[in-house]
């Protein structure tokens, strides 16, 4: 019948069921965190485009609210998170074990997800089910940056809407955006005095 029949399968979680992975929330609502590399939130989020949704993925360390890692697909899946993951590892490097905070949506609760975990000393904690204030920093980066920049706008095109959350992040929110928890400093400006 059909050349790979798991290729046709439901898996639980995606389709309104069970979720096949959760964790405990370990994070626990403990925002501030006394070190760099020692608690990350992840999320994702969608942008309007003429082409269709385009698909954020961010990773932000929970010490400076810097986003460390971030990624833009066409689709929703767990390749785009795992891309900011990954590159949020790669740019960091963690020497030490670190906690990796996400809600129960299914690219976090998939195979691949917590393989890459498991593979990159990562460990993870989950959001309860339906409490958007669990992953409230990761919710709050999406909400300024849907107030500041996107707005109500549709881009024309998902390389246009790439180019200006790489605007957003990379020369606005981590080297100029003051932050109350880092003593009014912008992320990169805090991480660079602490490391002094």
């Given at each position: ?162 180019q200006d959350v790489f605007d957003y992040i990379e020369m606005f929110d981590n080297p100029k955006r ?19």
């Amino acid at each position: 019948m059909f050349a790979n029949p798991q290729l046709h399968t439901r898996r639980p979680g995606k389709y309104g069921g069970r979720p096949s992975v959760v964790v405990d929330n370990a994070l626990d609502r403990q925002f501030d965190v006394e070190a760099a590399d020692k608690a990350w939130v992840t999320d994702i989020t969608y942008i309007r485009t003429c082409e269709g949704f385009a698909y954020l993925a961010v990773v932000i360390d929970l010490y400076s609210r810097r986003v460390i890692g971030w990624a833009m697909q066409s689709r929703q899946t767990t390749d785009v998170v795992l891309q900011a993951l990954l590159r949020a590892v790669w740019r960091r490097k963690p020497k030490d074990q670190a906690l990796v905070h996400s809600d129960q949506g299914s690219q976090f609760t998939s195979m691949g997800w917590a393989s890459f975990l498991k593979h990159h000393n990562l460990v993870h904690s989950m959001s309860r089910r339906g409490n958007c204030h669990d992953n409230a920093v990761a919710e709050s980066f999406f909400n300024l940056l849907k107030r500041e920049r996107i707005r109500r706008r549709v881009y024309r095109s998902r390389r246009e809407a790439r180019q200006d959350v790489f605007d957003y992040i990379e020369m606005f929110d981590n080297p100029k955006r003051k932050h109350v928890r880092n003593g009014m400093l912008s992320p990169d400006e805090f991480e660079r005095r602490q490391k002094t």
